[in-house]
Each structure stands twice: as C-alpha cells, then as structure tokens.
C-alpha cells in the first residue's frame, strides 16, 4: 500500500473505515485527505489498513523483481507496485504489483487521468494480515471486474493462491508437476513458489528463465512487437 503526496485541497468529510462509499466519491475524499492517508475501496467499503510487516515489504520487493525481470524481455507491457486501480463503483484498491497490457496492444485497462481504470492482466497481492480480505472481498472485487489471473501470496503459512477467470469466476490454477506456477495470459511467467519461500533468488529468477526460453514466451514477445509496430 502507498501513501499520496497530495496538495491541500476543499475541505470535504475525511475517509473512515467502514465507510459505505461508491468509488467516485471515494477517490475524491482520498485526494482531499492528508498527505501519508492510506486507503482502498473493496466491495464499496473503505478499508485503511495498518503499518506493514517486515516480511510483507520483503515479498513484495521479490515479487515485483520477478515481474521486472519478465518484463524486461517481454516488450511492450506495463507493470506497477502499489498503484490506484479504479476497477468500477464498487472498488479501487491499490493492488501490491500488477502487470499488465495497455490498452493501445489488445489490453483490457487504461490509464485514465493517470490512474489504472479496469482489470489489469494479472494482480498480485501479498498477504498476511490481510490474508481475509485479500481472499474475500477482495477477491470478489477482482473476479467481478474480469481480472483474468489474481495471485495471492499468503505468509505465514506460506502459500501461492493462483486463480484464473473462467466464466466469470475464478479457480485455482495449481502449479505443475515441478512445482512451478505457470501463467496463461503471460507465457512464460514462471513462478517457483519454494524458491520464493525460501529467500532463493536465484532459483526464483532460475524458474523464471526456463519459462523465458521456451517457443510460448517468444511467440508472445513477438505478437507483442508486432502490435507495438502496427500502432
């Protein structure tokens, strides 16, 4: 989760958790907040969530490494940590990583005022306290928006939740024989959840590059490039 800096602005009632909101009255009272406010919108509900773990910032400093690295040779795409998404009236969460096509290639999003609006490619939330919500509401927010793949890393236990869209609803995507996830929007994202686990990052990123160099993931890059030369 991020903190805005923000410029003062009207005065209008602050953001309180519990709060029943739509999302276009939410996004304006959070602007209008104080600088460091901390806040999302799930199932219309504003949530303002407590100071995060060592353990949370960590993972997620692994996880958006991994999807830095994917899209490094995966021209085209756009990914973010911690970024407002405006996925419809009834939520804007600020999800830890996304990765995601713009609209301009085929994607289902599009920056709008400079705000991600509409469902991201993939969504990746670390999740320990939060590990309710996270495989709640904020999982129903997800699937009813059309996110076709959500990610949740529990911590403690430890656990990779993957799920895919499928007819408008999700379900579990289980890692292969290997033990590797593999994505379905993305070829080639290959995540080893022990190597993650254990702090292995060259066997996370090791995992990772056998899913780069397979004929899927060229195929993809290349589709991308063609559609990034046709604009």
Known sequence: MSTIERPDRRVLPPLEAGQRLDQRTFHERYEAMPAGTRAELIGGVVHM????????????RKVSGWLFHYQRFTQGLRG???????????GEPQPDCVLFIPEALGGLSRIVDGYITGPPELVVEV????????????????????????VVIALDP???????????RFVENP???????RSVGFPGLWLDAAALF????????AGLERGLATPEHAAFAARLAEAGRAR
């Open 127 to 150: 999740a320990r306290s939060s590990r309710a919500i996270d495989l709640g509401s904020k999982k129903q927010d997800y699937e009813r928006a059309g996110v076709p793949e959500y």
């Open 158 to 168: 430890d656990r990779v939740h993957w799920f895919l869209l499928r007819e408008g």
């Open 175 to 181: 890692p292969g024989p290997d033990g590797l996830f």
């Open 80 to 90: 973010g940590d911690n970024v407002t998404d405006i996925l419809g009236s009834f």
């Open 49 to 60: 969530p407590s100071p995060l773990r060592d353990d949370h910032g960590e993972t997620t």
């Open 198 to 205: 254990a702090e292995d990052l060259v066997g996370l990123i």
